[in-house]
């Protein structure tokens, strides 16, 4: 079965965190007023074209003062290896980078020391390659490959690691199933990947968000399919798993990318199983005490499989979809909190 039969057979899924604040000299939309507020931005680039086009599940992050919004099912193309590039103080879609070594979607997307980073994803079966992108010399890298192939995954940086976390085996679209407890770390300097200690039960389509070098994984979807509200901490320095800060008050999976500001995280949008366009919900968690605010102000385009970046105090959610997966969308906001 094509990639394009396959998304479109399963309902959708996801959710995205991040948090952030408007880059100093943005020329593009801005929410007016202190917040909170959203702003709509420029439609993201897809074969379709604006307004009838879209892409979710791409890999996204902040690399300098652009966004890299890589692969992704594009709904009239399928799984990609188009490299978006946003221009944040332009609020524009520059011209398309190389394309990446492969097409994929459902990954997780990244940045590290000026480089762009996918983890995973998926294509035919579940990917074990992590690819590098550098958008001075406008190339990819293949790097070193983890030790089990998957998608769907939580990825968070400490330092000079970055984490692959949990993610699936099945290729059919979030909570289908293969979740996985494995966890492992990529040393940036070595080009070598390790096993660290696994989730405290297994999970896919997670986020993960760093904060005081600490790793807060939220959400999923466990082996019977059902939706998580699970938040577990992970603490590099002692390689240990704790299941005690308090869970979030909507149980959602599909979460695709993952940010914060300063040490409250924003989790926006996604899935829960039940809305049937997606969801508009919008809730923060503080971590120094480990409480949540619900009611924020909700998302303008209700849309799971999202992308998301947060940068100096705006959020950034970038593409997704609404059910079904295919029925991709290209609209991209920003919320100022």
């Not at 993201?44 to 652009?66: F, H, I, N, R, T």
Request: glycine share 16%; proline share 7%.
């Amino acid at each position: 079965m094509s990639s394009m039969m396959v998304r479109r057979s399963v309902l959708p899924i996801a959710c995205l965190i991040a948090a952030v604040a408007l880059i100093p000299g943005y020329a593009g939309p801005t929410p007016s007023g202190p917040g909170p507020a959203w702003a709509t931005l420029a439609p993201v680039p897809s074969v379709g074209g604006p307004g009838v086009g879209g892409v979710e599940g791409m890999s996204v992050a902040q690399v300098g003062d652009k966004i890299v919004a890589a692969l992704g099912f594009d709904r009239a193309a399928g799984d990609s290896s188009t490299t978006r590039i946003y221009s944040i103080a332009s609020n524009a879609w520059l011209p398309n980078g190389a394309d990446a070594p492969g097409p994929s979607s459902e990954g997780a997307g990244t940045s590290h020391a000026n480089l762009f980073y996918n983890v995973g994803g998926r294509f035919i079966g579940a990917r074990a390659d992590l690819w590098s992108y550098d958008l001075v010399s406008n190339t990819w890298t293949a790097l070193a490959s983890m030790n089990q192939g998957r998608a769907g995954l939580g990825v968070a940086v400490v330092g000079d690691s970055i984490f692959a976390i949990g993610g699936r085996t099945a290729t059919g679209g979030p909570c289908t199933g293969g979740p996985l407890s494995s966890v492992e770390r990529y040393d940036v300097d070595t080009n070598t990947w390790s096993i660290v200690a696994s989730l405290p039960s297994a999970r896919s389509d997670l986020a993960a968000a760093t904060v005081g070098g600490k790793i807060y994984v939220f959400g999923g979807c466990d082996a019977s399919g059902a939706f998580l509200s699970d938040v577990d901490v992970y603490d590099p320095e002692t390689d240990t798993w704790s299941t005690a800060p308090t869970d979030m008050p909507t149980a959602r999976a599909g979460m695709y990318a993952v940010g914060r500001k300063g040490g409250t995280i924003y989790v926006i949008g996604g899935w829960d199983g039940v809305a049937a366009s997606g969801l508009t919900t919008n809730e923060s968690y503080k971590v120094s005490t480990d409480t949540w605010t619900t009611g924020l102000l909700a998302m303008p385009t209700p849309r799971a499989e999202t992308g998301a970046v947060g940068t100096n105090g705006g959020i950034y959610i970038v593409g997704g979809s609404q059910p079904a997966f295919g029925a991709s969308v290209d609209v991209n906001e920003v919320f100022k909190p």
